[in-house]
């Protein structure tokens, strides 16, 4: 059964996170859930919910953001893949400074140093040089740069949709066969 570490940080679009969780969880996948403090505050802001309301599944295990001792913390714990949705551009500089002094950092440069999938939605608008320049080496060392950033060109008609076009760009990256969405036939415009 495929695993993949999901860390919710204190970013706006908390809601991209919770339908990934639900996405997830309905593919299969084992979720190993981290929430940053600012996390919990956006997702309690965003959502009404807890990040025990989140986590309420028993294909969810949520771990503790200051417990470094976690089965996440350590490259020896196999995961398939590793997430940060939405990523703050604190947790997103930090990455890319090699700096993990909390379970959502330490996890995604675990994941890293051992070259697995890491795939980060940041949020925020406009970006600020030093978070760009971050997002800029971390692409280059083959991390996933993923924005929350909905296309409209399949006509959202609520926020959900746009929700999915984002949490369906995250699954393609995963290679899950889904259904979250339009995908793009090439017919839309007449030439
Ligand atoms: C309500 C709220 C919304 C925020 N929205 C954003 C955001 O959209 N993008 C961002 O980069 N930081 C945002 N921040 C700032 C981060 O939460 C802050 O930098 C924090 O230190 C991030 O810590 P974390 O990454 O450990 O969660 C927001 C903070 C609050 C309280």
Redesign the pocket.
Known sequence: MPEAVVAL?????ARYCVKLVQSLVEHGWTVNLIV????A??LD?ECQMTPEDLADHDLVNLEDNRNLAARSASGSARFDAYIVCPA????IGKIASGISD?L?TRSALVAMKERRKLIIIP??APYSTPHLRAMANLSEWGVVILPASPGFYHMPQTIEDLVDFVVARILDQLGIDHTLGKRWTGEEVES
Request: no cysteine; glycine share 24%; hydrophobic share 20%.
């Open positions: 940080t204190g970013a706006s679009g940053t403090g600012t996390g505050i956006n802001l703050s551009g604190t947790t909390n959502a949020r925020e």
